[in-house]
């Protein structure tokens, strides 16, 4: 095959350090989702949404053939922590993140469920959403080292 294609669709989950409410104000919550939409696609993985609430952000993505997941997350993370450290400091994502495979037969099961993190951590937190993910995809893990 002369060219090479691929259709590979990840949901990122990164929090602020120690989960800190640094995107509690909704104008730069929504500008920050912005910010990662375009660094993501400069990346060559167009996001298909970005949401959120003040602790964390949730991403639906194609992935480019051309770079790994730590390479995508590292560099998205990168590039928009200095875009709030413009107006706060004091920011940080933390250390990890988590990656899950989508299907496309799931798109609008997960789009829906980024847009509406506002409704379900009104009952859910953020850890007990992460540890879910976790075990749908079968993942295990050690508290110690998934939380900073």
């Known amino acids: 095959m002369p060219q090479s294609l691929s259709a590979v669709y990840v949901h990122g989950v990164f929090s602020t350090k120690s989960r800190s409410p640094f995107l509690a104000d909704e104008a730069l919550r929504k500008d920050i989702h912005a910010y990662i939409a375009g660094v993501t696609k400069r990346l060559d993985c167009p996001a298909l949404e970005v949401g959120g609430v003040a602790d964390h952000v949730h991403l639906l993505v194609r992935l480019s053939r051309t770079i790994t997941i730590a390479d995508w997350m590292k560099e998205t993370k990168r590039v928009s922590s200095s875009f709030v450290k413009e107006t706060n400091v004091d920011f940080a994502w933390q250390a990890g993140y988590g990656a899950f495979s989508v299907s ?14 506002d409704v379900h951590h009104r009952t859910v937190s953020f850890q007990d959403e992460f540890r879910q993910l976790l075990r749908e995809h079968g993942m295990e893990w050690d508290e110690k080292y998934v939380w900073d």
């Open 104 to 117: 496309a037969t799931d798109f609008d099961k997960i789009i829906h469920y980024i847009r509406s993190q």
